[in-house]
Structures are given as C-alpha cells and as structure tokens.
C-alpha cells in the first residue's frame, strides 16, 4: 500500500510538473489563456493581456490555473494589478507621444475653429434667407 501511495504522489509531481507553465513565460496563445489572459496584436507584436497573481497564490502549483502571473517582465497597468507580457520574451513596441500643444496652437485653434463655425452660420443663414419667400 505504501509503494502504491508513494507511486501515486510521484506521478502527480510528474503530471503537474509537465502540465504547469513557468509563471514567467508567455510564449504564445494557449498558454496566456491557460494563465487568464487575453491575447491581441499591439503595434505588430502579440502580447498578454494578464492578471498578476497576489502573493499567497505564487507557489506554482497554481501555474496554468487562469490565475495569472507572478512576475511581470512586460509593462504593469492598473496600479499593478495587470502586465502587458509581450510572447517569447519579446521587447514591447515603443509608443509614439505627441509633445503637448503651446498656447499659441490653442489660440490659433481656437481662431481656426471660430472662424469656421462663423463662416458655417453665415451659409446656413444666407441659404435659409434666399430660400425663404419673404
């Protein structure tokens, strides 16, 4: 009874250790979605979309539970409570920031912008006028 029990315990180690994913490795689809993510295309690279587990679940009998990941090698969001984990290892793609406005471009905006809603009113009022039969 005890070789079967010991017999038992060893192949359920073997069965978790080979089932199990490594916390830290989001290769591709499946197994982002086994840790609970959702994967899309962000600038032509696939990333991960995934929870980060809270510490009292980081032992890694629960990889591969959908309850997410350890570490986080990509970009945290939400305070931290998400990781953008690109597939393989990859670099995440850079964003493009636009440099903020100056107060001359609102004002020339601002300008642009009346200047058109007031040659707009003054169409809409002439059509009205000249098809009215006053």
Same mark, same amino acid.
């Given at each position: 009874?005890?070789?079967?029990?010991?017999?038992?315990?060893?192949?359920?180690?073997?069965?978790?250790?080979?089932?199990?994913?490594?916390?830290?490795?989001?290769?591709?689809?499946?197994?982002?979605?086994?840790?609970?993510?959702?994967?899309?295309?962000?600038?032509?690279?696939?990333?991960?979309?995934?929870?980060?587990?809270?510490?009292?679940?980081? =032992?890694?009998?629960?990889?591969?539970?959908?309850?997410?990941?350890?570490?986080?090698?990509?970009?945290?969001?939400? =305070?931290?409570?998400?990781?953008?984990?690109?597939?393989?290892?990859?670099?995440?793609?850079?964003?493009?920031?636009?440099?903020?406005?100056?107060?001359?471009?609102? =004002?020339?905006?601002?300008?642009?912008?009346?200047?058109?809603?007031?040659?707009?009113?003054?169409?809409?009022?002439?059509?009205?006028?000249?098809?009215?039969?006053?």
């Amino acid at each position: 009874m005890a070789k079967f029990l010991l017999g038992a315990a060893a192949t359920t180690i073997a069965a978790t250790a080979i089932f199990a994913t490594s916390a830290n490795a989001i290769d591709d689809m499946a197994t982002c979605m086994s840790e609970g993510g959702s994967a899309f295309d962000l600038n032509g690279t696939q990333v991960c979309l995934v929870p980060i587990r809270a510490p009292e679940w980081s =032992d890694p009998v629960y990889d591969g539970n959908q309850l997410g990941i350890i570490e986080c090698t990509g970009k945290t969001i939400n =305070d931290g409570s998400w990781c953008l984990e690109p597939f393989g290892g990859a670099a995440l793609p850079s964003v493009e920031t636009k440099p903020k406005p100056t107060q001359a471009d609102l =004002d020339a905006m601002t300008q642009s912008g009346l200047e058109t809603a007031s040659e707009t009113v003054t169409e809409t009022a002439t059509e009205a006028v000249e098809g009215s039969d006053l």
